[in-house]
């Protein structure tokens, strides 16, 4: 009966870690996509989080960017990133601080950053590992 009991507690433990998503099979919205990569990942990095995807758009004149990260491990994982924000002619109007993106095993995440001004019509998006 103990074992039983035992037994019993650890699978429901290791159920509690499941998230199920659900989402329309066909979308409302129809997303923009950057067909380049202005993204510079850390090296370390590379194997365990990485960027599926980025979306643009334009909210009131500014220059809107959302990228999905996909945590590829089955473990937490914690990443470091900021956006960098460029004028017409390639030089550097605003560089966000960095900021931590805790990520669950086999997940994706949504990160986004909104420009500065009308001025910038460029980014780029870095990741880094958080290994402190």
Do not use: H
């Not at 850390?42 to 999905?68: F, T």
């Not at 900021?82 to 601080?97: A, I, Y």
């Amino acid at each position: 009966m103990k074992y039983l009991t035992l037994i019993t507690m650890v699978f429901c433990l290791c159920g509690c870690s499941t998230i199920n998503y659900y989402e329309p099979e066909q979308m409302v919205g129809v997303k923009q996509m950057v067909k380049d990569k202005r993204i510079i990942t850390d090296s370390g990095l590379e194997d365990r989080a990485y960027v599926v995807g980025i979306n643009k758009a334009e909210v009131g004149g500014l220059l809107k960017i959302q990228a999905e990260i996909w945590n590829s491990t089955s473990s937490f994982q914690t990443v470091l990133y900021k956006f960098e924000w460029f004028d017409g002619q390639g030089m550097l109007v605003t560089e966000e601080p960095w900021q931590t993106l805790i990520m669950e095993g086999k997940e994706p995440r949504m990160i986004q950053s909104v420009a500065p001004s009308p001025n910038a019509k460029d980014f780029r998006l870095k990741l880094l590992e958080n290994d402190r």
